[in-house]
T-cell receptor, first 118, second 115 residues
Framework: GDSVTQMEGPVTLSEEAFLTINCTYTATGYPSLFWYVQYPGEGLQLLLKATKADDKGSNKGFEATYRKETTSFHLEKGSVQVSDSAVYFCALSDSEIFHSGGYQKVTFGTGTKLQVIP | GAVVSQHPSWVICKSGTSVKIECRSLDFQATTMFWYRQFPKQSLMLMATSNEGSKATYEQGVEKDKFLINHASLTLSTLTVTSAHPEDSSFYIC???????????FGPGTRLTVT
């Protein structure tokens, strides 16, 4: 079945440092890929997504590129801020079902906690 | 953006009792709601999917008689853990989506501890 593997945390960085959170996936078809973020005490929020190979998702300074050849979707940010401290989840969804608008199942990674210190 | 709330945010109950968790969409119609379970340092595991007015579809391995899901309105779904045992202690998260839209909006989660 589908699965997502992401690096274990916690990741601790100083403010303005470069961030990379690795994510690789296993899927039978051509999934859509996502990064969700969960700030303390809040629900998960969609951070960015990519629906086909070589697409780059970006939002709030974060980027991730859908790499089909390496089955990866690594999250990067050039200069992190204290406000970026949160748990980040990589996820995938069956692309075919997604586009049809029907029932879609999202498979999540285990989450990576990021702590940014001033 | 769309907001989903859960109540309670945490609950402690005794083994053998039942506990109900509510999930509400506050500013949109949730035609589909999802219930997830998260163990420490593990990913969110989908338990079931429910469409408003229909019976929930449970994932393989999830006991439908133990985890009762009701989605009676477009803004409310409930998860009832019946005859709870300590192994049911976990973090339960709901999400909701509107028909025709992809994005799921997640609630903040409910921490259940069974003693």
């Amino acid at each position: 079945g589908d699965s997502v593997t992401q690096m274990e945390g916690p990741v601790t960085l100083s403010e303005e440092a470069f961030l990379t959170i690795n994510c690789t996936y296993t899927a039978t078809g051509y999934p859509s890929l996502f990064w969700y973020v969960q700030y303390p005490g809040e629900g998960l929020q969609l951070l960015l997504k990519a629906t086909k190979a070589d697409d780059k998702g970006s939002n709030k300074g974060f980027e991730a590129t859908y790499r089909k050849e390496t089955t990866s979707f690594h999250l990067e940010k050039g200069s992190v801020q204290v406000s970026d401290s949160a748990v980040y989840f990589c996820a995938l969804s069956d692309s075919e079902i997604f586009h049809s608008g029907g029932y879609q199942k999202v498979t999540f990674g285990t989450g990576t906690k990021l702590q940014v210190i001033p | 953006g769309a907001v989903v709330s859960q109540h309670p945010s945490w609950v402690i109950c005794k083994s053998g009792t039942s506990v109900k968790i509510e999930c509400r969409s506050l500013d949109f119609q949730a035609t589909t709601m999802f219930w997830y379970r998260q163990f420490p340092k593990q990913s969110l595991m989908l338990m079931a999917t429910s469409n408003e007015g229909s019976k929930a579809t449970y994932e393989q391995g999830v006991e439908k008689d133990k985890f009762l899901i009701n989605h009676a309105s477009l803004t409310l779904s409930t998860l009832t853990v019946t005859s709870a045992h300590p192994e049911d202690s976990s973090f339960y998260i709901c999400s909701a989506k509107d028909r025709g839209l992809f994005e799921q909006y997640f609630g903040p989660g409910t921490r259940l501890t069974v003693t």
